[in-house]
């Protein structure tokens, strides 16, 4: 099972820090990666995590945010700053073996299991 947290309301140019937390598995098998949708958007991926700590970030991302993992934690952070009002939207972890690569995990949504998801909203 995977439970997000860390979602909210803030103002532009704050920051976030999202969590992703496995329940019943350990976080050291797997992959994690992190995607969100817009209303009337489709899903993307936002950053992608292996178990080697490879790391992708979306093109729109421009370095305002950085993925971490702590597996002694069971967790995966999504650390957001700078955040832009595009920036809103329903904000989902997954998790898969990642045996693809990061890459094609984030851009295709190659994923095996999805959170429910944890909502963000940038707005003044």
């Known amino acids: 099972q995977l439970v997000e947290s860390g979602g909210g309301l803030v103002q532009p140019g704050q920051s976030l820090r999202l969590s992703c937390e496995i329940s019943?598995?350990?976080?050291?098998?797997?992959?994690i990666g992190w995607f969100r949708q817009a209303p009337g958007k489709e899903r993307e991926g936002v950053s992608c995590?292996?178990?080697?700590?490879?790391?992708y970030y979306g093109d729109f991302v421009e370095d305002r945010f950085s993925i971490e993992r702590d597996n002694a934690k069971n967790t995966v952070y999504l650390q957001m700053n700078g955040l832009k009002p595009e920036d809103t939207g329903e904000y989902f972890c997954?998790?898969?073996?990642?045996?693809?690569?990061?890459?094609?995990?984030?851009?295709?949504?190659?994923?095996?299991?999805w959170g429910q998801g944890t909502q963000v909203a940038v707005s003044s």
């Open positions: 019943g598995d350990t976080l050291d098998r797997y992959a």
């Open positions: 997954a998790a898969d073996r990642g045996l693809r690569g990061v890459a094609i995990m984030c851009r295709q949504k190659s994923v095996t299991y």
């Open positions: 995590i292996s178990v080697g700590n490879n790391r």
